[in-house]
């Protein structure tokens, strides 16, 4: 169904629903017609929309058999026939919707290798197994440094503050420059490096003191290779991050270069959203 008789779309409502433009305003009158209505909240959902932005049906199960059978009510009801063309315009999100030039993307995944109490909720066992995705810009400048044979601090501070993170379970939060208790990375002349991060808030009630091996490659001022684990004990959750592993547990977060082959290479970082511009001017010039 989703293939033949519908157009599927997928994108972060976060920035559609803060857009002056008309691709914003365009979801905003769709997302306006649900119960999440209020576009200084999140919209976060399954619409299935027509393509005049008339809402028939929204959702935020991720049952597959609620949303077919969602699906099949829109395709058997009442809907417009005719739309009118929309002029498109230039997109105007609040931070770049395609990374810098001369940035590299790194794929993050994390995955928590223990430490779960069994559950018999099928969901929750789901999100026990889960590992955690997002990107990592870095910048041309920061390429440079790593041609030098230094590891830049600004970079060192990316991976362990935003990506040094459980999201396995939903949107982690992100780590602040004072809940970097310690941070050592040390590259040597042939690429290979080690080092150890210890992250914690002022309560203690989070934290994450990680071990950190990997290697980096350049040729020609290109980078070639960045495979890098973070491997250590986690402590406590988010808001959004829920039923972790009581006590400490072991969380793996690996980095490596992205594909262009793969399109969630295009998905911007989650840390754009928490950190806003300041992310752009880390390892910026």
Do not use: C
Request: charged share 25%; net charge neutral.
């Amino acid at each position: 169904m989703l293939q033949d008789q519908f157009v599927p779309v997928a994108f972060d409502q976060w920035y559609q629903r803060k857009q002056e433009d008309v691709e914003g305003r365009f979801y905003q009158k769709i997302a306006n017609q649900g119960p999440r209505n209020d576009i200084n909240l999140t919209t976060q959902g399954f619409y299935i929309a027509t393509a005049s932005g008339q809402l028939l049906h929204f959702n935020n199960n991720r049952g597959p058999d609620r949303i077919k059978k969602l699906m099949r009510q829109a395709l058997s009801g009442k809907r417009d026939k005719v739309a009118e063309p929309i002029e498109a315009s230039d997109v105007l999100p609040e931070i770049p919707a395609t990374k810098p030039t001369g940035a590299v993307v790194i794929q993050v995944n994390s995955k928590v290798l223990g430490g779960y109490q069994e559950s018999d909720r099928p969901y929750r066992r789901i999100m026990q197994d889960a590992i955690g995705r997002d990107n990592l810009w870095i910048y041309a400048a920061e390429i440079e440094q790593l041609t030098k044979g230094d590891f830049p601090e600004s970079l060192a501070k990316k991976l362990v503050r935003f990506h040094g993170v459980d999201n396995t379970r939903g949107e982690a939060p992100m780590w602040s420059d004072q809940q970097i208790e310690s941070l050592e990375i040390e590259m040597d002349t042939d690429g290979t490096l080690q080092g150890s991060v210890n992250l914690s808030t002022d309560d203690g009630k989070r934290s994450y003191r990680a071990d950190i091996r990997g290697h980096v490659e350049l040729d020609q001022g290109a980078l070639t290779r960045f495979d890098i684990v973070l491997k250590g004990d986690f402590v406590g959750h988010g808001r959004y991050t829920p039923h972790a592993p009581p006590g400490a547990f072991p969380l793996a977060v690996t980095l490596r270069l992205a594909s262009d082959k793969d399109v969630a290479s295009q998905v911007r970082p989650q840390a754009l959203k928490a950190a806003g511009t300041r992310y752009l001017r880390m390892g910026g010039r």
